[in-house]
C-alpha cells in the first residue's frame, strides 16, 4: 500500500505538467494568430497603390491592396511581411512579438523606383538627298504575314514536293498499300493492266505530276 501511495505521488505530478502543457499549447499558438490590415500609399503624393503584393515571407501566402491600396491579412506574430509593386521599391516590416492585441495595423508608405537608361544620341541625314536615299534603299524584315504568303506559294510548293524526300508517314502509307495489294491477289494471278484504259489515264496523270521523278 506504502508503495501504491508513492507511486501515485510520484504519478501525479507528471499527470499535472502534462496536462498543463496541452492546454497551454494551443493556447499559446491562438495568441500569436494576428490581424494585420492598413493601407499602402505613396511616399511623395500619399496615393493610395493599387494591385500592390502583400506577400509573408516563407509562408507561401499573400494578399493583393484594393483599388484604395487598403488591405488584411491573418498573420503570425514575429513574421516577416513584403509589400511590393512595379515602379516602387520593396519594404519589408516584421510583426512584433511582444503585442498584447491580436490587430495590428500598418500604414506602408512606397518609394518610387526610378530606371535610368543609357543616353542616346539621334542625328539627322546630312542632305535631304542622303535621308531619301538610306529611307529607299531600307530593307525592312517580313512580317508574319509575309512569310506565310511566301511559304505557301504555289511555285514554292511545286519545287518542294519535286526535291523532297517522303516522310515518315507518306513511306508508311505507301508500304501498306503494298501490303493490301499483294494480300489481295494472294493465291491468284495479279490482272495485267496493260489493255485497261482506266490504268493507262491513272498512268498519264501521275506522268504529268511528275510522280515518277527522282526525289533525292
Known sequence: MNKALRFSFFLL???LSFTLNAQQKPMNQKDSVVQLYGVVMTADSLRGVPSASVVVV????GTITNSDGVFSIVVLKGDQITFSSIGFKDKTIYIPTNLTDNQYSVIQLLVSDTAYLPATILKPRPTREQ???????????????????????????KVLLATLPPDGREAVNYQLKQQ????????????????NPLAWADFI????????KSKK
Open 131 to 157: 535621308f531619301e536615299r538610306d529611307f529607299v534603299n531600307n530593307i525592312i524584315p517580313d512580317d508574319n504575314y509575309e512569310i506565310a504568303r511566301r511559304n505557301t506559294d504555289e511555285a514554292s510548293r
Open 180 to 195: 493490301a495489294s499483294k494480300y489481295y491477289y494472294a493465291g491468284q494471278v495479279a490482272p495485267i493492266n496493260l489493255l
Open 58 to 61: 516563407g509562408k507561401g501566402r
Open 13 to 15: 505530478p507528471l499527470l
Open 205 to 212: 496523270k501521275a506522268w504529268k505530276r511528275g510522280d515518277f
